[in-house]
């Protein structure tokens, strides 16, 4: 397992942009699957994007497509969240995960790592 520290969250007007970051411990973060999930209240954890090891290869969920763009730097052992036109549906807290499962699978919550959250409220 990862060790896993989010960061980034705010509170930002609707039609702003965040940028979310998450920070890993451990010498072998390029081997992971990193998704972010996302939980409002009251709501189930959701899947809101994830990226292979190589950071080649991506999932998106429907409703933030054309606006997220997740990425990581393996070099720097960090994933990042690039959130544009935000709106007050996409407020919740972001959780990023860690795990060495199959890419195919990383739409699911089954990862082994997740980090504390960061909240990301947007206002209208």
């Known amino acids: 397992q990862v060790q896993l520290v989010e960061s980034g969250g705010g509170l930002v007007q609707a039609g702003g942009s965040l940028r979310l970051s998450c920070a890993a411990s451990?010498?072998?973060?390029?081997?992971?699957?990193m998704g972010w999930f996302r939980q409002a209240p009251g709501k189930e954890r959701e899947f809101v994007a994830a990226?292979?090891?190589?950071?080649?290869?991506?999932y998106y969920a429907e409703f933030v497509k054309g606006r997220f763009t997740i990425s990581r730097d393996n070099a720097k052992n960090t994933v990042y969240l690039q959130m544009n036109s935000l709106n007050p549906e996409d407020t919740a807290v972001y959780y990023c995960?860690?795990?060495?499962?199959?890419?195919?699978?990383?739409?699911?919550?089954?990862?082994?790592?997740w980090g504390q959250g960061t909240q990301v409220t947007v206002s209208s």
């Open positions: 995960a860690a795990d060495r499962k199959p890419f195919t699978t990383a739409t699911r919550t089954n990862f082994s790592s």
């Open positions: 451990g010498r072998t973060f390029s081997t992971y699957v």
């Open positions: 990226l292979n090891w190589s950071g080649r290869s991506t």
